[in-house]
């Protein structure tokens, strides 16, 4: 079992560290721009500080970089201060970028990776509860390191996926869709209520269970079964019901609506919904 360091005790630095730490596997290391984060998360696991990143190889065989993506390249580059690493494995935890960030090191000997948690950490408690659930895109173009980070993720009992080489930030696209934008969608449906007098409690109780729902749909169906609502349906009068309603506002939300609405097509004729009435929709969405 190889020694795991940790850059970073930011939000996905302490969960890969605690979760790790909780699965058994020895976390030694700890490294954070500030003593005092370094310190929390290293007691919490015996692990020990350093004070440059630098001094971390000497310690792990296994080094997770979680900083900003801006940072990795010059973390990288302190990294490869320490000499020559061959032997050991460093891997970021960025979604967009791929092992090639690395290079600083991988020009020192070390073999390299990157492991992205697709898990929406805002709350530690609760992630660290539910990383079970929680899938990690692998990606190395090194057999040993994809077996070392399966063996990883397999280990806090979650499940993994292999991305290609140079497909990193495609695959985070997906991720941002998914996530990040489902919050916006909820924000635009919640700021349209909320014009009309809904306060915040009964936008969510509205809301939330039609999401929940349709998640739920998806996972019982899959797509495009899971698909209802007047496109489904092939409703252009109501779809242009909605156009009218959304026009002449200064936000985007009528953008919105018809680009997610022309998306929506492909869908629908998926489930069987007639070519003329997939025109009629196309030509009503065009505004």
Not at 56 to 65: E, M, R, S
């Amino acid at each position: 079992m190889l020694n795991i360091g940790i850059i970073g005790a930011g939000r996905a630095g302490r969960l890969l560290a605690l979760a790790l730490h909780r699965a058994g596997w020895p976390v030694t290391g700890i490294f954070s721009r500030t003593q005092e984060s370094a310190g929390r998360l290293a007691g919490a696991m015996g692990a020990q500080t350093v004070d440059a990143i630098a001094g971390l190889p000497a310690l792990c065989d296994l080094i997770l970089i979680a900083v900003p993506d801006d940072a990795i390249a010059s973390v990288s580059s302190a990294l490869a201060q320490f000499g020559k690493l061959a032997g050991r494995i460093i891997v970021h935890t960025s979604g967009a970028h791929d092992s090639g960030a690395l290079v600083a090191v991988a020009q020192a000997g070390a073999r390299t990776g990157s492991l992205h948690p697709a898990f929406a950490i805002s709350d530690e408690a609760y992630a660290l509860a539910h990383v079970h659930e929680a899938t990690f895109a692998v990606e190395s173009d090194d057999a040993s390191v994809r077996a070392v980070l399966f063996g990883l993720v397999h280990a806090m009992g979650a499940t993994s996926v292999e991305i290609p080489p140079g497909m990193k930030a495609q695959y985070h696209a997906a991720t941002v869709i998914a996530s990040n934008y489902l919050v916006t969608l909820y924000a635009a449906s919640a700021g349209l209520l909320a014009e009309l007098g809904i306060d915040r409690k009964a936008a969510a109780g509205l809301l939330e269970p039609l999401m929940r729902a349709a998640l739920g749909n998806i996972a019982a169906q899959g797509v495009p079964a899971a698909l209802t609502g007047p496109i489904a349906r092939g409703d252009a009068g109501t779809v242009a019901r909605h156009i009218a309603a959304l026009a002449d506002r200064a936000d985007t939300i009528l953008e919105m609506y018809q680009v997610m609405g022309r998306a929506t097509l492909p869908l629908a004729q998926a489930r069987g919904l007639d070519a003329a009435l997939i025109d009629a929709l196309r030509t009503t969405l065009k505004g």
